[in-house]
C-alpha cells in the first residue's frame, strides 16, 4: 500500500467519474433517455462489480455465506435477489459488536492519508446514529446525483441558493452544498437553520441575493412565508424563487410560493435516489447507480410490480461502504418499466407511503400509520397534520387518529364521525378519530423542528 497522500484530483479520474454517472445539464439529454436495455446492461455489470467489492466486507461476507450465496452467482439482474437482505436492526448489532463504526463500512480510518475520507451520520430519527464512510468517489458520485435532482427541479448553473438545512453530522447539507457548488456551478449562501441565522434575515439574504432557492424542509420553507409575511412581503412575488427542492406539503407551498414542487427520494447512506418528472407519474430512479426492488414487508420476498411494499435497494455506484439489498422499510410501489411522458425509460418508484417498520396489525389486518393519515385527512376542513397512537383498550388493540382543524368545536363531532367512516370503509375495522384545534400536535409530530415529522407511537 502506498503511504503518500493523495489529494482529491489524483484520487479520482474525472473524466471517467462524467462517464460513470453523466452530471447535470448533460445528464437529461443522454443517460436520462437510453433504451431499457443499455440501462440494464450497465447495471448488471456495476451490480457485479459492488457485488465482488462488497464480499470483502465482513457484514457482508458472513451473511452471505450463511446464506449460501456467492458474488459468482450472479449472471442477471433477477439473480440479485438470491442475495439476503438486511434491515436498519442489522446494522444496529453490527455497530453494537463493533463500534463506533460497525462492520459494513467498505473503507477504513487507516486508509484517510492516500484515500481522501469523510464520515457522516445517519439523522437518527429511528434510532442510535448510524455512521457511514465515504471515499472521495462516493461523495463525488453522490454529488453529481444531487445535482441531477437539483436541476430537475428547477435550479440552473450561475444561481444563488440558501441551504438551511443544518451543517452537522448529517449528510444533507454537505451533499447539497457539493452538489451546488462542484457540479452545478451555484453559489451557496451558507445560512444553516433557524438557530444559526434568523429566520428575518434568512429572508433578507434570500431576497437581497435574489435566491433561486431555499434548500430546507417545506415546513421551515413555509414558516419562512409567515415571517416575509409579518415583514410586509409576499412570498409570491417578494422572492425569486424558481425552484421548491423541499419535501412538505406540495400543494400549499406551490400556492405559497406560485413554483412547481417534485417529489424526490433519497436517504442518507446512498444519498438521492429518485426524481419526480413534470409528467407527475412517480419518480425516475437514477439506475446507473441504483437497483431498486420492493419487497413484502414481512417476508422480505420481492413482491409484483405495482404492489406496495418495502424499498430494497442496492447501490452501484459507489467505491467504499457498499449498500447491498439494503431493505430500508420506507413503503413504496415499484412501477413496470415504460417509456415515460417525458422521454425517459427509466424505472419509476411511487412517492414515499409510510414506514414498514410502523405497521401495526389490528385485528388480523395490517395497518400503516400513513395510511390512516392519508384516509383521515381527505376532508377540506382539516388541516395537513395528524398523528396516529396504537393504544391497549382492555383486551384490544386500538388505534387513534388525531386530526385538527380551524373549524369551531361545534362541528368536531360531525368531523369525527366522518372521518372514523372514511377510514372503517378504506381498511374494514374500526379506527377511533379524536378532533383538536391547530398545532395541538405540534408536541407529538415535531413539526417544526424535525426534517423527518412522527407520525406514530406505539403505547401498547
Ligand atoms: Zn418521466
Known amino acids: 500500500m502506498s503511504t503518500k497522500l493523495r489529494r482529491p484530483f489524483e484520487v479520482i479520474d474525472y473524466p471517467e467519474l462524467m462517464r460513470t454517472h453523466v452530471p447535470p445539464p448533460e445528464y437529461f439529454e ?31 461476507r458472513k451473511r452471505w455465506d450463511a446464506a449460501g450465496f456467492h458474488p459468482d452467482q450472479i449472471r442477471s439482474l433477477a439473480d440479485l435477489s438470491r442475495a439476503p437482505s438486511y434491515t436498519v436492526d442489522d446494522i444496529r448489532k453490527s455497530i453494537e459488536q463493533h463500534p463506533p463504526l460497525g462492520d459494513y463500512q467498505g473503507a477504513s480510518l487507516e486508509n484517510a492519508a492516500v484515500d481522501p475520507l469523510r464520515v457522516f451520520m445517519s439523522g437518527a430519527t429511528t434510532g442510535a446514529a448510524r455512521p457511514t464512510l465515504y471515499t472521495q468517489w462516493d461523495r463525488e458520485a453522490g454529488a453529481i446525483l444531487t445535482a441531477r435532482a437539483l436541476y430537475a427541479q428547477g435550479i440552473r448553473p450561475g444561481d444563488v441558493v440558501l441551504n438551511a438545512w443544518a451543517y452537522s453530522t448529517h449528510n444533507g447539507a454537505f451533499s447539497m452544498d457539493e452538489a451546488l457548488h462542484r457540479w452545478l456551478s451555484c453559489v451557496v449562501l451558507t445560512t444553516g437553520t433557524g438557530n444559526v441565522t434568523s429566520s428575518r434575515r434568512q429572508v433578507e439574504l434570500a431576497r437581497q441575493y435574489k435566491a433561486t432557492a431555499i434548500l430546507t424542509t ?49 436517504f442518507h447512506e446512498v444519498q438521492w435516489v429518485a426524481i419526480e418528472c413534470p409528467a407527475r407519474k412517480g419518480l425516475h430512479v437514477f439506475e446507473d447507480a441504483f437497483i431498486v426492488q420492493v419487497v413484502d414487508p414481512e ?23 457498499p449498500q447491498f439489498r439494503y431493505n430500508i422499510q420506507d413503503l413504496s410501489t ?45 376532508d377540506p376542513r382539516l388541516e395537513n397534520e395528524y398523528f396516529v397512537r396504537a393504544v391497549r383498550e382492555g383486551a384490544r388493540d386500538e388505534m387513534i387518529a388525531h386530526v385538527t382543524t380551524r373549524a369551531e368545536a361545534a362541528h368536531w363531532d360531525e368531523i369525527q364521525r366522518d372521518a372514523e367512516a372514511r377510514l372503517k370503509e378504506r381498511f374494514g375495522v374500526r379506527l377511533k378519530v379524536e378532533v383538536s384545534g391547530i398545532d395541538s400536535l405540534d408536541a407529538w409530530t415535531e413539526v417544526k423542528t424535525s426534517p423527518k415529522p412522527k407520525r406514530f407511537r406505539d403505547e401498547r
Open 334 to 378: 415499484l412501477l413496470p418499466r415504460e417509456k415515460c411522458d417525458c422521454g425517459s425509460w427509466l424505472r419509476r418508484i411511487a412517492p414515499f407511503a409510510g414506514r414498514a417498520d410502523n405497521m401495526v396489525k389490528l385485528r388480523g389486518v395490517n395497518i400503516w400509520p400513513e395510511a390512516i393519515g392519508e384516509v383521515a385527512l381527505q
Open 30 to 60: 443522454t443517460d436520462y433517455l437510453i433504451s431499457p436495455e443499455a440501462i440494464e446492461a450497465r447495471q448488471l455489470e456495476r451490480l457485479k462489480q459492488r457485488a465482488a467489492r462488497a464480499y470483502q466486507v465482513p457484514f457482508f
Open 299 to 321: 417476508t422480505h420476498e420481492p413482491v409484483a410490480e405495482g404492489q406496495q411494499g418495502s424499498i430494497c435497494l442496492t447501490e452501484i455506484y459507489k467505491t467504499g461502504s
Open 218 to 266: 417545506g415546513d421551515y420553507l413555509l414558516h419562512l412565508a409567515d415571517v416575509a409575511r409579518e415583514m410586509g412581503l409576499d412570498p409570491k412575488k417578494d422572492f425569486h424563487l424558481k425552484a421548491l427542492p423541499n419535501i412538505g406539503d406540495r400543494e400549499k407551498l406551490e400556492a405559497t410560493f406560485g413554483v412547481p414542487n417534485y417529489q424526490s427520494y433519497g
